[in-house]
């Protein structure tokens, strides 16, 4: 009976997602501003609210995962909402993620949004179920503990109202 409980479990766990109520894996980035980086850990000394991971392959970055992200922040900046938005670039290089990311955050004059790029070979974190076929995974945390994730063949706009609905707004 356990075995046909945990095969089930697997079975409907998809690529690109962590189980609801998992701690949330180490998640070692640089976190990048205008004219600098610093690596960090962003999931180490989390505060006890909630966090949005945004996990974009650097070379399938589109415009409407851009209007998505900067949806998503207005929603929040709008409703006073505490709840920060991360977004992790997965990229092979730092130089071309420091170069671009301040552009992108130039153009889309996000209020609520932390940007940081993973790099690496394989620029997938370990233990993030991501699926290296999707242009976008996310990850909605409560502290540590995971409440919501998906990957995504497409993201746009479209997908604001779930994710907003998973937040409670």
Same mark, same amino acid.
């Given at each position: ?9 697997l079975?409907?766990?998809?690529p690109?997602?962590?189980? /609801?109520?998992?701690n949330?894996?180490?998640?070692? *980035?640089?976190?990048? @501003? %205008?004219?600098?980086?610093?690596? &960090?850990? #962003?999931?180490?000394?989390r ?15 589109d ?10 922040d207005?929603d929040l900046?709008? /409703? ?7 977004? *992790?670039?997965?990229? @092979? %290089?730092?130089?071309?993620?420091? &170069?671009? #990311?301040p ?10 949004t ?24 996310l ?8 409440m ?9 706009? &479209?997908? #604001? ?9």
């Amino acid at each position: 009976m356990l075995a046909i409980a945990i095969l089930s479990a697997l079975l409907t766990q998809s690529p690109g997602q962590i189980a /609801k109520g998992a701690n949330l894996p180490p998640l070692k *980035v640089h976190v990048i @501003k %205008e004219d600098s980086s610093e690596e &960090k850990d #962003l999931t180490k000394d989390r505060p006890e609210r909630k966090t949005v991971y945004l996990f974009l392959p650097g070379d399938r970055f589109d415009r409407p995962a851009a209007r998505f992200l900067r949806s998503l922040d207005q929603d929040l900046v709008k /409703k006073k909402e505490f709840t920060d938005i991360v977004v *992790v670039w997965q990229a @092979k %290089e730092l130089e071309p993620a420091q &170069k671009r #990311l301040p552009l992108i955050q130039k153009s889309l004059q996000l209020g609520q949004t932390t940007w940081s790029a993973f790099v690496a070979e394989n620029p997938n974190p370990e233990g993030w179920a991501i699926n290296p076929d999707d242009i976008a995974t996310l990850v909605i945390a409560d502290g540590a503990k995971v409440m919501f994730s998906k990957g995504y063949k497409v993201l746009n706009e &479209k997908d #604001l109202e779930p994710v907003l609905k998973v937040l409670g707004k």
